[in-house]
């Protein structure tokens, strides 16, 4: 099934953007688009929404993966400047594309070398830096949370990573971190037990006979 997109009315360029199915015989690149951290930065962003119960199925998140769509000629994702590319012809830039085409209403760049993020919302049909809060954390409107920075270590890479925070400043957890959280309860439940009980003996009271 083709779908049509069309940009509202504007004075900006108009584009008729078509999905289509790739031929049956399209032979994609053999080398990947990725690098060996955004599968693991990938999986534990949508691990901890999935967690939280913010995942339906109406959603698409993807790791490494082709857009293909037709603005009157094939798209191709070009390096030529990178997330910043504002290239307006073909092949377009990604900024172009996502900007001014697709219009995608959030526009997240983040080096998890360095662990600079930054972010963009879509105002008036141009992309507009936004400005962290006080914990440096970006509010995402449409997600209702917090998008931030953490500095640790999982799935044995320590460095950067992308985390997600509720209104409230909760951090959403990783499946391993809530493991930890109910450990150090029960841990915490049972030393109060102890001391309990520890008490009552002292005062010559038998525990078991309460």
């Given amino acids: 099934m083709t779908q049509t997109l069309s940009k509202p009315p504007a004075t900006q360029t108009k584009y008729n ?16 688009v990725e690098n060996i951290d955004q599968p693991l930065l990938a999986a534990a962003l949508r691990e901890a929404l999935e967690l939280a119960g913010f995942i339906i199925a109406s959603m698409l ?5 082709g857009l293909c769509a037709k603005v009157k000629m094939e798209f191709l994702s070009d390096t030529k400047g990178s997330e910043y590319s504002t290239i307006s012809k073909y092949p377009y830039g990604k ?21 600079e993020l930054e972010v963009y919302l879509l105002v008036s049909g141009q992309y ?34 992308l985390r997600w925070w509720d ?3 909760n951090l959403l957890l990783w499946g391993a971190e ?32 309460i």
Avoid: H
């Fill in 17 to 32: 953007i078509t999905w289509e199915k790739l031929p049956d015989d399209f032979k994609l690149p053999d080398d990947p």
């Fill in 95 to 115: 900024w172009r594309f996502y900007e001014q085409i697709l219009q995608v209403p959030v526009y997240a760049i983040f080096d998890p070398k360095s662990g």
């Fill in 128 to 161: 507009t830096k936004q400005e962290p809060d006080a914990n440096s954390r970006f509010w995402i409107e449409s997600m209702g949370l917090f998008l931030g920075v953490w500095s640790g270590k999982k799935s044995q890479r320590t460095g950067y990573w």
């Fill in 167 to 169: 209104e409230n400043g």
């Fill in 61 to 65: 998140i993807a790791s490494n993966f």
């Fill in 178 to 209: 809530r493991v930890e959280q109910e450990q150090q309860r029960a841990d915490e439940e049972r030393q109060r037990a102890d001391r309990l009980m520890a008490y009552l003996i002292s005062q010559g009271i038998d525990p078991d006979a």
